[in-house]
């Protein structure tokens, strides 16, 4: 068993679930089915292409390294002939994710492959949030919640250093339900598994994930707690 870990950042990530045509909201973290048509893009597969359903085979989990805030903006789209009307779109702000997809040595090889030469331009969630920069990835032994147990804490510097106050970071980490199987929480259906990403006829099934949680360290915490009135400058 190996386990790809993709830190996932950008100025705007989305994640969509459920929404109108007037209103697109965004999950908090990663769905696994944004995560499999960013691999199937990397891959080269066409939207249709029916080896997207093997994807879903692979195992997934994410981590929410750090939270992001929502932004919502507006746009003005005309819905029929001389009638325009105001939609609404959610993004999260400066969010940081590690996500690990696990599978055979051969699988995980030919992802990361795909992911540092990708055949189709990559994103977050929607078209406009490219990454910010180059994706880091490591390939590990193990499954993905062991792995995101053990790796460190992948949160901006700015963003550790607002916490430095503590020693730790506790981290969510949402996977597939089997990945849990002594999770005391019973797990939840959430319609996250890609069937198709054809622009005329999306479909997506259920599949059912568990929460857990890890305390990371934080490696600029300081103990020192004298006040010190010029450290906000």
Do not use: C
Request: aromatic share 10%; proline share 3%.
């Amino acid at each position: 068993m190996k386990t790809l870990t993709i830190r996932l950042t950008a100025p705007l990530q989305s994640y969509g679930n459920e929404a109108s045509f007037e209103r697109r909201t965004t999950g908090d973290y990663p769905a696994k089915s944004a995560i499999i048509g960013m691999i199937a893009a990397a891959l080269g597969y066409s939207r249709d292409d029916q080896r997207i359903k093997q994807l879903n085979e692979l195992q997934f989990a994410v981590r929410i390294d750090q939270h992001g805030i929502t932004l919502t903006d507006f746009q003005t789209v005309e819905w029929k002939k001389d009638t325009r009307k105001i939609t609404y779109r959610d993004y999260l702000q400066d969010a940081v994710f590690v996500v690990a997809v696990g599978g055979d040595e051969t699988a995980i090889e030919k992802i990361h492959f795909a992911l540092k030469h990708p055949h189709y331009a990559l994103f977050l969630g929607r078209r406009a949030n490219a990454p910010a920069g180059v994706l880091q990835m490591d390939i590990k032994d193990g499954d993905p919640i062991s792995v995101l147990k053990q790796l460190p804490w992948r949160a901006s510097d700015w963003y550790q250093k607002r916490q430095r106050r503590s020693a730790t970071f506790r981290a969510e980490i949402i996977a597939d339900a089997a990945l849990l199987p002594d999770a005391n929480k019973s797990s939840m259906e959430v319609k996250d598994e890609a069937i198709s990403f054809d622009s005329k006829a999306r479909q997506y099934g259920f599949r059912e994930v568990k929460t857990t949680a890890v305390e990371l360290t934080n490696p600029v915490f300081k103990s020192d707690t004298e006040h010190d009135a010029l450290s906000a400058l």
